[in-house]
């Protein structure tokens, strides 16, 4: 699925296969042709089959997607002080180079 980290590092492993090995490529894609076929064929009964006879539908609660949704999209508009701080640390840890210029 294309939004997905999953996707995102399976697409990376393809592209650096192909560049590495280009005759392992028709491998690697029918092994993951045959992966999604495999969870296809798993989840499409999941979603579109039947209701197992005397299950009735459940009632969804809302609240924990609203306060996910407000969550989320706080720290998306509006990221705290401590959490940028910590972000920055973390890129200063990994990179070498902080994005602040606080000299870490």
């Given at each position: 699925l294309p939004p997905f980290g999953v996707?995102?590092?399976?697409?990376?492993?393809?592209?650096a296969t192909m560049k590495a090995w280009p005759w392992l490529t028709p491998l690697l894609l029918?092994?993951?042709?045959i992966a999604f076929?495999?969870?296809?064929?798993?989840?499409?009964?999941?979603?579109?089959?039947e209701?197992?006879?005397?299950?009735?539908?459940v009632a969804a609660n809302m609240l924990p997607v609203v306060v996910q949704l407000a969550l989320v999209l706080w720290l998306g508009l509006a990221i705290p002080g401590f959490l940028a701080h910590w972000f920055d640390q973390a890129t200063h840890l990994i990179s070498g180079v902080a994005l602040s210029g606080s000299g870490l």
């Open positions: 996707f995102t590092s399976e697409f990376l492993i393809l592209i029918l092994g993951l042709g076929a495999g969870l296809f064929r798993h989840l499409h009964p999941l979603v579109y089959g209701r197992p006879a005397g299950q009735g539908p």
